[in-house]
T-cell receptor, first 113, second 114 residues
Framework: AQKITQTQPGMFVQEKEAVTLDCTYD???????LFWYKQPSSGEMIFLIY??????QNATEGRYSLNFQKARKSANLVISASQLGDSAMYFC??????????FGAGTRLTVKP | KAGVTQTPRYLIKTRGQQVTLSCSPI?????VSWYQQTPGQGLQFLFE???????NKGNFPGRFSGRQFSNSRSEMNVSTLELGDSALYLC?????????????FGPGTRLTVL
């Protein structure tokens, strides 16, 4: 069974600093995808970044990067130069094989001015 | 390209009633997934449709059902509503149900059951 674990219910970061949101996963699939989504208070889920299990390089999208450590089964999201608009819930998700996409419990990030 | 649209955005029903929610995927996307989001249970997978066929189903009672039409639009239905069905229902579309395809979400339908 697939399982996603986000151990940080809430995180605080100072504006303009970097922050790392943790995500570990468990799967028996060899091929899988890892995703991060942002959910502002408005409720809409916004896709941020994707990492394939066979990708050798860490994914980056603007200020977002994914620290992928396959042996440790971790896929941490790094947000550089935090902005006030980054305050939101962040969800890690995984999809493998013929399975549906599974989400972690989420981390609420608060950016302080 | 238009994003995923969901209608209605808000809905208030009473116990015992039934409700139908609609989702229109991004043009060209053939896979549609539905999720229920509550403060207590988080994001839970309901079902996924691809080419009008239900591909996966989450651990929900039979009161929850769905379907997909030939134009990839999808509907989900909840019969005999219970108070615990109050939630944000999110629809997501992707090109196909593959591990490398990201899902794009709609704004959600917030259902309140009184």
């Amino acid at each position: 069974a697939q399982k996603i674990t986000q151990t940080q219910p809430g995180m605080f970061v100072q504006e303009k600093e970097a922050v790392t949101l943790d995500c570990t996963y468990d799967t028996s699939d060899q091929s899988y995808g890892l995703f991060w989504y942002k959910q502002p208070s408005s409720g809409e889920m916004i896709f941020l970044i994707y990492q394939g299990s066979y990708d050798e390089q860490n994914a980056t999208e603007g200020r977002y990067s994914l620290n992928f450590q396959k042996a440790r089964k971790s896929a941490n999201l790094v947000i550089s130069a935090s902005q006030l608009g980054d305050s939101a819930m962040y969800f890690c998700a995984m999809r493998g094989g013929n399975n549906d996409m599974r989400f972690g419990a989420g981390t609420r990030l608060t950016v302080k001015p | 390209k238009a994003g995923v649209t969901q209608t209605p955005r808000y809905l208030i029903k009473t116990r015992g009633q039934q409700v139908t929610l609609s989702c229109s995927p991004i043009s060209g996307h053939r896979s549609v997934s539905w999720y229920q989001q509550t403060p207590g249970q988080g994001l839970q997978f309901l079902f996924e449709y691809f080419s009008e066929t239900q591909r996966n189903k989450g651990n929900f009672p039979g009161r929850f059902s769905g379907r997909q039409f030939s134009n990839s639009r999808s509907e989900m239905n909840v019969s005999t509503l219970e108070l615990g069905d109050s939630a944000l229902y999110l629809c997501a579309s992707s090109l196909a149900p593959a591990s490398y395809n990201e899902q794009f979400f709609g704004p959600g339908t917030r259902l309140t059951v009184l």
